[in-house]
C-alpha cells in the first residue's frame, strides 16, 4: 500500500497560516489524496480530499504538486482549535485507508 | 443526521476474559471500519466490512474478529483479552465506494482497559 511521511510535529502561531507537508512518491494514478485531523480524546475528523487539482473548503485547502508526489494542507488562518494531529493518507478505490502517525500541530496563542 | 455511534464508551476487561465493541454507521453508508489506536500511537487498520462481508484485515491476530449485521452496523470481537490490548477501538463508516474519494466518518471510539 501506499505509503505517506510527514513531520513529527509543527508549530504555528494563532492566527497565522499554516502549510501542513506531505510526501507520498509511490502515488498511483488513481490514489486519491485525504487528509484528516484528530483532536484529543476524539476520533479522527474529515478535513479534505482531492485527486490532481488543487481543492478549496471550509476547513482548508490542498494543494497538490504536479507530479502529485507531495501535497500541503494549508489552514488559512491557524486557531487554537486547529491544535491536533493531521494525517495524510491515500487511497485506493475498493482498498482500505491506512494512517500513518501523523503531524502534531502545536498553535501557539 | 446522526454520525457514527459507538458503544461502550469505555470498557473494562480482565486478561483472559472477551470484549465486545459496537459501531453504528451513518444511515445509508455500507462500509465499516475498524482501528485500534494505542495510546501515542496512529491508528492500525484493524478489520473492514462492506455489505456483511470481511473485505480485509490488518495485522491482527485471529482473535480480533468481528461482524457486520444486515442493517450495516458492526461489531468487534477480542478474544482472551491481553495488556497489550489496552487502547482505543474506533469505528469509521464511508459509502461503499469509500477509496473514489467518499472520506470516512469516525465515531468518538470505546477506550479499551485491560487489567
Known amino acids: 500500500d501506499a505509503k505517506t511521511t510527514q513531520p513529527n510535529s509543527m508549530e504555528s502561531n494563532e492566527e497565522e497560516p499554516v502549510h501542513l507537508p506531505c510526501n507520498h512518491s509511490?502515488?498511483?494514478?488513481?490514489?486519491?489524496i485525504h487528509w484528516y485531523r484528530q483532536l484529543p480524546s476524539q476520533g479522527p475528523e474529515y478535513v479534505i480530499h482531492?485527486?490532481?487539482s488543487n481543492v478549496n473548503n471550509r476547513m482548508a485547502s490542498l494543494a497538490i504538486a504536479e507530479d502529485r508526489k507531495s501535497s500541503t494542507l494549508i489552514l488559512h488562518r491557524a486557531t487554537l482549535r486547529d491544535a491536533a494531529v493531521y494525517y495524510c493518507?491515500?487511497?485506493?478505490?475498493?482498498?482500505?485507508?491506512?494512517f500513518g502517525t501523523g503531524t502534531s500541530l502545536t498553535v501557539i496563542p | 443526521e446522526a454520525g457514527v455511534t459507538q458503544s461502550p464508551t469505555h470498557l473494562i476487561k480482565t486478561r483472559g476474559q472477551q470484549a465486545t465493541l459496537r459501531c453504528s454507521p451513518i444511515?445509508?453508508?455500507?462500509?465499516v471500519y475498524w482501528y485500534q489506536q494505542a495510546l501515542g500511537l496512529g491508528l492500525q487498520f484493524l478489520l473492514w466490512?462492506?455489505?456483511?462481508?470481511?473485505?480485509n484485515r490488518g495485522n491482527f491476530p485471529p482473535r480480533f474478529s468481528g461482524r457486520q449485521f444486515p442493517n450495516y452496523s458492526s461489531e468487534l470481537n477480542v478474544n482472551a483479552l491481553e495488556l497489550e490490548d489496552s487502547a482505543l477501538y474506533l469505528c469509521?463508516?464511508?459509502?461503499?465506494?469509500?477509496?473514489?474519494?467518499?472520506?470516512?466518518?469516525f465515531g468518538n471510539g470505546t477506550r479499551l482497559t485491560v487489567t
Open positions: 482531492g485527486l490532481t
Open positions: 493518507i491515500l487511497i485506493r478505490t475498493g482498498n482500505q485507508f491506512y
Open positions: 444511515s445509508g453508508h455500507t462500509s
Open positions: 469509521a463508516s464511508s459509502l461503499r465506494v469509500a477509496g473514489a474519494g467518499s472520506p470516512l466518518h
Open positions: 509511490t502515488i498511483s494514478g488513481t490514489d486519491y
Open positions: 466490512y462492506d455489505e456483511g462481508e470481511e473485505r
